[in-house]
């Protein structure tokens, strides 16, 4: 075998090798994609500022237990009985199955008050850490909502304020997807090319 077709031979390895390697890039670059949420969008109730960011419990709220668990469409009375006011925003959104929804927070709490956040009607109380995060299991859409009550009193007003909401994909599930297909069936086309090349020269000789 002569140079030339020892190179040829070795031509379609390589540029397997090199195709794995971009696919690798690809498949590692996309969790850093995400998609941000915009608050300013949701629904919101009771003492809201700031497209949607500062929820207070409010020292002038109005909107009681009953008026937050319809608003949020909850089970009636899944708010505690020592709820008296508090504030909330909502918004139905469309995950995938292993999407993350994430949203940093900071509580600015009077006496008992409560922040939450709730998917659909499981309410999770907001009590540490400044990051929370859900991945949803099965795909659909899911009411998601944030909120503040005023608890045992109707007086002093704490403050929940939100940032960087945003819905982290799952990674085959990004534009990234066409390109990889394209890429392998390129590859396997470009291989299989080089392999008949090579079946003729044999038969030549
Ligand atoms: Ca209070």
Known sequence: MNSIQSQFKKNPTTLGLALISSLGAIAFSTPAYSINVDLSTFDA???VTNNN???QSGTDNTVDADALETFLAFTPGSLDVDTTFGSAIKQTLNFNA????????TFNIDSQDQAFVAINNAIQVLSTGSSYSYTFATAG?????????DFFDSTGSSTLTLSNAQIQPVPWETDALPV????????IGIWKKH???????????
């Open 53 to 55: 960011t500062v929820i």
């Open 141 to 149: 859409n899911y009411q998601v909502a944030m909120g503040v009550v």
């Open 195 to 205: 392999k008949s090349s090579n079946s003729n020269n044999r038969d030549l000789k």
């Open 180 to 187: 990889v297909g394209t890429t392998l069936l390129f590859g």
């Open 45 to 47: 109730i009771g003492d």
């Open 98 to 105: 292993g999407d993350r929804f994430s949203f940093d927070w």
